[in-house]
C-alpha cells in the first residue's frame, strides 16, 4: 500500500499550552510527512510489500522485509507507525485526560501509584541520550516501561505501545529548546488516557 499522512482528530493548536500549535504543525506536517515519503520510496520497487500494513513490516524485527532496504523501513517505516500511534494518544479535552478505568488501575497496582508510574516513566525519557521514544507496553500482558532509540518501533521486538512520548527535540525544541523535563512534565496534561485504555483493552 502507499502510506499516507493520517488526519488528526484534533487541531493543531487544541494541545496548547502543552505542546504549541507551530511544533505540532511542523511536527505533522513536515517531520511524520517526510517518514511516509520515505518509506513509500523505500518500498516502491518491492510490489509484496506494498499491501502490507506497517504494523507487518516492523514485525519480528522487519523478518519479511528485504536487507537492503530493513534500515530505511526500520527508520521510516518506524517512524510512521511511531508518530501514527503518538497523535492517538494525545488529546486537549481534560475529560479524556481523566487517569482511569482499567489501565488506571494496573497502572496503579504495578508501579505503586500514578505518582511513581510518572516519575519511572519521564525518569526513562530523561535517560534517552539523543533521539529517541519511552514508551508503556504490554509485553506478554505485563506493564512495562523502556525506551527505545532513533524510531525503533516496539512493534519490531513484539511489544505492544500503550502510552508513547516523543523525545526528539524536533518534538518540543521550538517552545522548550534544552528543557526537556518541562516538556515531559506537560506531557501528563495532555495524555488522552480514555484512548489509552481502548488500545489496552484490545491488546
Ligand atoms: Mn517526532
Redesign the pocket.
Known sequence: MVFTLPKLSYAYNSLEPAIDAKTMEI?HNK?HQAYIDNLNKAIEPFKELQDKKVEELLADNLKIVPESIKIAVKNHGGGHAN?TFFWEILTGNKKENEFKGKIADLIKKDFGDFDRFKAAFSETAMKRFGSGWVWLVSNNKKLEIYSTANQDSPIMEGKKPLLGL?V?E??YYLNYQNKRADYIAAFWSIVNWKKVEEIFKSV
Open positions: 511536527h517531520h508518530h516523543d526528539w524536533h518534538a
